[in-house]
């Protein structure tokens, strides 16, 4: 699906998946959701809407912040750039919630950890193509994952690919030397 997202400072075009573009489109209807009321207005699990909804998110077309309820997440619109600040998740848990270090350690593990979980699908492939190609820019990485992964269909961030290989790097799986990823021998 293509869509072009016009803000009151700016207008983007994206391709999309259908269901990222129901997700966007919810947001016509009013600036913020809880991600309890999305999965239902959608009809779609909560693990699939965080999985889906975090491409927005990636985009800066929305923040997230947490709810009342830990589980269930606030995702508001962001009609300006200046509002970035003033609507992200770590202002909110600061000023609003007081959220203890340790809570919030604990989500962005989980998060981090949710992140892992849904790339290791791509490491076989990655572990391929630096087989077959000797050395890869994370650029050249990037796009061959999205050219040839169709099921599951790739559809992460450059950050959460480098987040994944630096962890990689850590499990010394790969290497990292000059910009370039390379099997660890």
């Known amino acids: 699906v293509k869509l072009e997202l016009q803000f009151e400072d700016r207008s983007t075009q994206f391709t999309v998946v259908p269901v990222e573009a129901a997700i966007i489109m919810r947001f016509q209807e009013k600036p913020s959701w809880t991600s309890k009321a999305l999965t239902t207005e959608i009809g779609i699990p909560v693990n699939s809407l965080n999985r889906r909804i975090g491409f927005w998110t990636s985009k800066g077309v929305l923040t997230e912040s947490v709810g009342p309820d830990a589980d269930d997440h606030i ?3 962001v009609d300006s750039m200046s509002d970035v600040n003033k609507n992200s998740i770590v202002n909110e848990s600061c000023e ?3 959220m203890n270090e340790d809570e919030g350690e604990s989500s962005v593990a989980s998060v981090e950890e949710q992140l892992k979980k ?3 699908v791509y490491e076989k492939f990655i572990i391929g193509m630096l087989t077959n ?3 890869m820019t994370l650029d050249k ?3 061959t994952l999205k050219m040839f992964c169709a099921e599951p269909s790739y559809d992460k961030s450059l950050q ?3 987040s994944f290989l630096s962890g990689l790097v850590s499990d010394e799986k790969l290497e ?4 370039l990823y390379l099997l660890k021998k």
């Open 141 to 143: 990485i990037h796009n």
């Open 75 to 77: 995702f508001t619109i």
């Open 176 to 179: 990292m030397r000059d910009g």
């Open 96 to 98: 609003a919630f007081q």
């Open 133 to 135: 190609f000797g050395n």
């Open 118 to 120: 849904e790339m290791t």
């Open 160 to 162: 959460q690919l480098q």
